[in-house]
């Protein structure tokens, strides 16, 4: 048995989202249905959510600003991390 729903979602996200979903040869639709399974299978949301520490959001902050390292070669990366 199936049931039929109404859900409001962002419209440029929707559209976008049926663009990559159809790339995949999925309809909107039968992405809710994988979705709705996951959420069954794992007894909850099928990824982790939680609220970014300040550490993280430093970090997001830093990125979105284009403030973050850069490294010339892997291996200067690597060094880097290393220190």
Partial sequence: ???QTTIRVDEVNYNLAKEILAKLGLNYSQA???FNNMIVMNKGLPFEVKIPTEET???L???ENKKG???KTVNALFDDLDN
Avoid: D, H, P
Wanted: proline content about 0%; charged content about 35%; overall charge positive.
């Fill in 1 to 3: 048995m199936k049931t």
């Fill in 32 to 34: 809710i249905g994988v």
């Fill in 57 to 59: 959001k430093e970090a």
């Fill in 61 to 63: 902050n830093e990125l």
């Fill in 69 to 71: 390292k850069s490294f």
